[in-house]
């Protein structure tokens, strides 16, 4: 069964406009740890964010923050004025504590950043 | 403080060889994890090392091995290649013990073509 899921192949916003970029995960587990990985053309994943299940408030790293509803089991990535070096795909990943340091990953979105 | 390295960063073979690609992870950080990166699959986990054993596996043939050194630098080998095994290795650290959640950092991947 798929554990996360990304919904949007692809997204196109202007610059200096706000995205949200989805992503619902299912997990059993009470105590997980969800991610925001960027991938620019060169391939390397970038860390963005990190949102503990026990976390009691959303997680944010300067233009970044995780809209996290626990109960709707989403973790949605916002990106605040939007730069023309956002452009990349976004990956969102769940890591449980039974699975050790393994991520399971979404299938990606892909951001285009137009000026 | 040095991010991940994987060496080679490109690689072409051909049908039938074997290959081997490293990986050092952030000093300090004893956990390496390993995964495949295709345009079909997605990012899958191929497994995971921690101070010099292997913890958790995902799906993948007995073609596909790895090891991990008391430095905590790691191997992966695939021997007997097929044309579906071309794809970006990603190689990921992380400092967590057993059951941590803390956040991997990933190495900029070994693209492997095979021929």
């Known amino acids: 069964a798929q554990k996360i899921t990304q919904t949007q192949p692809g997204m196109f916003v202007q610059e200096k406009e706000a995205v949200t970029l989805d992503c619902t995960y299912d997990t059993s587990d009470p105590s997980y740890g969800l991610f925001w990985y960027k991938q620019p053309s060169s391939g390397e994943m970038i860390f963005l964010i990190y949102q503990g299940s026990y976390d009691q408030q959303n997680a944010t790293e300067g233009r970044y923050s995780l809209n996290f509803q626990k109960a709707r089991k989403s973790a949605n990535l916002v990106i605040s004025a939007s730069q023309l070096g956002d452009s990349a795909m976004y990956f969102c990943a769940m890591r449980e504590p039974r699975g050790y340091s393994t991520l399971t990953f979404g299938k990606g979105t892909m951001l285009l950043v137009s000026p | ?115």
């Open chain 2, 1 to 115: 403080k040095a991010g991940v390295t994987q060496t080679p960063r490109y690689l072409i073979k051909t049908r039938g060889q074997q290959v081997t690609l490293s990986c050092s992870p952030i000093s300090g950080h004893r956990s390496v994890s390993w995964y495949q990166q295709t345009p079909g699959q997605g990012l899958q986990f191929l497994f995971e090392y921690f101070s010099e054993t292997q913890r958790n596996k995902g799906n993948f043939p007995g073609r596909f091995s790895g090891r991990q050194f008391s430095n905590s630098r790691s191997e992966m080998n695939v021997s007997t290649l097929e044309l579906g095994d071309s794809a970006l290795y990603l190689c990921a650290s992380s400092a967590g013990t057993s059951g941590s959640l803390m956040e991997q950092f990933f190495g900029p991947g070994t693209r492997l073509t095979v021929l």
